[in-house]
């Protein structure tokens, strides 16, 4: 299942859940590359609290249902699948940035409510990528709309979705060909 990022992010905006497609998406993410499991009792209070409207709260509830099924299968697949939820490469570059300093700070916040902190040893390669996520969640946000900006891009958005694949697969080896993704509701 592919996520569609329009779809997502206009359904969290009419759900008025307060975090856009990318920010949630990198929330998901952190957390499960952190524990290899979901626990979306926990990502639900954290990404809709204070949204007290049933049905708000059941759609929010949905479409954060519909991206961490797709968080945990593609980070678990046999086959490298996982990629970010950014806009479309048709969607002005600025756009796209906007949003992948979105992604990253909530992947940083998703370490966080997963249960990182400075009592974990990273290895140096782990830490140093955390750090340039960090980085990266300050870009400045309305680059040139040249062909070196686009590439540019579409370098940082490689080096952020295989750092987060090596990131899992170090602090979880050979889990996809143990036991599959875990989604505890």
């Known amino acids: 299942m592919e996520l569609d990022y329009n779809e997502i992010d206009i359904g969290l905006i009419e759900a008025s859940a307060g975090t856009r497609a990318s920010e949630c998406h990198g929330l998901i993410t952190a957390y499960f590359v952190f524990n290899n499991?979901?626990?979306?009792?926990?990502?639900?209070?954290?990404?809709?609290?204070?949204?007290?409207?049933?049905?708000?709260?059941?759609?929010?509830?949905?479409?954060?249902?519909?991206?961490?099924e797709d968080v945990a299968s593609t980070l678990e697949s046999e086959e490298i699948i996982f990629d970010l939820l950014i806009p479309d490469d048709d969607e002005p570059?600025?756009?796209?940035?906007?949003?992948?300093?979105?992604?990253?700070?909530?992947?940083?916040?998703?370490?966080?409510?997963?249960?990182?902190?400075?009592?974990h040893s990273l290895q140096?390669?782990?830490?140093?990528?955390?750090?340039?996520?960090?980085?990266?969640?300050?870009?400045?946000?309305?680059?040139?709309?040249?062909?070196?900006?686009?590439?540019?891009?579409?370098?940082l958005i490689e080096y952020v979705r295989i750092g987060v694949l090596m990131l899992h697969q170090d602090w979880h080896?050979?889990?996809?060909?143990?036991?599959?993704?875990?989604?505890l509701h």
């Open 173 to 183: 080896p050979n889990t996809q060909l143990e036991t599959g993704p875990r989604v």
């Open 93 to 119: 570059l600025t756009l796209r940035t906007q949003a992948l300093s979105e992604w990253c700070a909530g992947f940083i916040s998703g370490l966080g409510v997963a249960g990182l902190n400075e009592q």
């Open 37 to 68: 499991e979901l626990q979306m009792g926990l990502l639900r209070d954290h990404l809709v609290s204070g949204l007290e409207d049933a049905q708000a709260l059941d759609q929010a509830y949905a479409v954060i249902n519909k991206i961490a």
């Open 124 to 155: 140096n390669e782990s830490e140093e990528f955390i750090q340039d996520l960090s980085k990266i969640a300050r870009l400045e946000t309305e680059p040139e709309e040249d062909e070196d900006s686009e590439t540019a891009f579409v370098e």
